[in-house]
């Protein structure tokens, strides 16, 4: 990542103010019932909600034959494009052309496409980019939403009812698609990272261990936000090779350690923070339960475990953490309010101590034992 050399406007907050969801929900009358239906104002903003998965699945197609990469250079005439994806040409031209119509591509010439600032957040080397996010979520995540009706009715998850088995199993048994779901995680929280450092001080601490910490990125910018701090990266053992890697490109391995294992096994001790980053919003509260039993058992007595998620608010406004909590659904987990991560750190033996806002829409929870 470290090579990355063009930068988007990074996805603080997931769901940023003035996104297209909330231009959508604010052309219907927002109140219960106010003016009742009308074809017009709600029930276009209804059907452009129901056809939302059109313009996913387009993103996703156009993610996975590497598009914006081939643009890079500059406009490409789409027979072009459809020789070096091995595309039918007269398909690829129609999705293209209707991506145009949503501002992701646009159409120069008689079917020649070029690059629009939504567009190149699907190039894979721009910082923030969002291709494997786009891969992910179009591929197997689409997939398993497929069952989310059977999600509503018997509260079970919707990706172990597609795939046979629980969505790290198979990320883990398909490395592959595994590194494609890791560098999706990045495209998706990367853009937490400077908001949290901000937000929280870490500088208190010596050691921070990243429990579950994917491919080493947020726990690479804590590093080089305090240099005289060393670090754990705690993952399982395909993950961790990554981040191997990539703690290494960006010469912090003497600093930094990295250890493969189980988080409800175990995890490693004698850190002053056990830092987890949309971690415990996959669980459900048992399992949720144990991990952050494991880390109370691996901290000292001034240690502190920091949770980083969107914290559910009441009311009706636009929110990210809504939705995520649906995607969390599918997979078996559930975003909580800060009432439901009291009691669940409670059942831990941890004392819920404050809730630290962040410009990113997460906030940290901090824990004492
Ligand atoms: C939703 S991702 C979050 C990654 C990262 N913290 C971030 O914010 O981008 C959850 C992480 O938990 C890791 N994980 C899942 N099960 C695990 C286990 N049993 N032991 C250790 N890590 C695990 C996954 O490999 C994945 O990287």
Not at 63 to 82: K, Q
Not at 256 to 284: K, N, Q, T
Not at 352 to 367: C, K, Q
């Amino acid at each position: 990542m470290h090579s990355m050399h063009r930068s988007i406007e990074s996805s603080q907050g997931g769901w940023p103010e003035g996104s297209a969801l909330d231009a959508v929900a604010l052309q219907a009358p927002a109140t219960e019932r106010e003016g009742g239906f009308d074809n017009a104002s709600s029930g276009a903003a209804l059907r452009q909600m129901i056809g939302g998965f059109w313009i996913s699945q387009a993103i996703y197609v156009a993610a996975e034959l590497g598009i914006a990469d081939l643009l890079n250079g500059g406009p490409r005439c789409v027979e072009e494009l459809a020789a070096q994806t091995h595309a039918h040409a007269g398909a690829l031209y129609r999705l293209l052309r209707a991506l145009a119509s949503v501002g992701v591509f646009h159409e120069v010439g008689e079917s020649r496409f070029a690059l629009t600032p939504l567009a190149e957040g699907l190039s894979s080397d721009v910082e923030g980019s969002q291709r494997a996010f786009a891969v992910v979520m179009g591929a197997e995540i689409y997939q398993a939403w497929g069952n989310l009706h059977f999600c509503v009715e018997t509260g079970g998850e919707a990706f172990q009812k597609t795939f046979g088995m629980e969505c790290f199993r198979y990320f883990t048994e398909h490395p592959e698609r595994g590194r494609i779901f890791d560098a999706a995680m990045t495209g998706v929280h990367g853009g937490e990272t400077e908001p949290m450092l901000d937000a929280y001080d870490f500088s208190r601490f010596e050691s921070v261990a990243d429990v579950g910490g994917g491919n080493g990125l947020t726990l690479a910018g804590i590093l080089q936000r305090h240099p005289g701090m060393t670090g754990v990266l705690f993952e399982l053992p395909g993950v961790a090779e990554g981040a191997r890697e990539l703690l290494a490109r960006l010469g912090l391995t003497d600093r930094c350690r990295i250890v493969e294992g189980d988080f409800f096994a175990s995890v490693p001790p004698g850190c002053d923070a056990y830092l987890m980053r949309h971690v415990i919003h996959d669980w459900d509260d048992a399992k949720a339960e144990a991990i952050l039993s494991n880390c109370r058992r691996a901290m000292g007595p001034e240690g502190r475990v920091l949770l980083v998620e969107h914290v559910i608010a009441s009311g009706n406004a636009p929110s990210f953490g809504k939705w995520l909590d649906l995607m969390m659904l599918v997979v078996g987990g559930r975003e909580r309010t800060e009432e439901q991560y009291r009691r669940l750190l409670e059942g831990a033996g941890l004392r819920l101590a404050r809730v630290v806002p962040t410009a990113a829409g997460v906030s940290v929870l901090e824990a004492v034992g």
